[in-house]
């Protein structure tokens, strides 16, 4: 059967945006960088698929823009939320 290669479209592109703005902000835990993907995945629609190529050739300019600040915006997001919990973890602790 062919389930292994069904992914989240969003999986690798939220993975990347986590790493970009992990090395802007000079972030290494990567306990916390999981954390992060996972709230991030959690706040975008899944779009399941079998292979990337596919699913992208089915994206107009404008849908595949939408979903890049799509991504862009829930890993910002993820990031406040994340660092936040963090930050009151450590106060309690």
């Known amino acids: ?19 970009r703005v ?13 954390d992060v993907a996972c709230v991030a995945l959690n706040r975008l629609p899944p779009r399941y698929i079998r ?5 992208a050739f089915y994206l107009t300019d404008d849908e595949r823009r939408a979903n890049a600040e799509a991504v862009e915006r829930a890993v910002a997001q993820a990031f406040d939320f994340v660092l936040a919990r963090e930050r009151d973890r450590k106060r309690a602790a």
Do not use: K, Y
């Not at 059967?1 to 790493?19: G, K, L, S, Y």
């Open 1 to 19: 059967m062919e389930f292994d290669t069904i992914h989240n479209h969003h999986e690798r592109p939220v993975i990347a945006e986590v790493v």
């Open 22 to 34: 992990a090395r802007e902000r000079g972030l290494t835990d990567q306990r916390l960088l999981a």
């Open 51 to 55: 292979h990337d190529v596919d699913f």
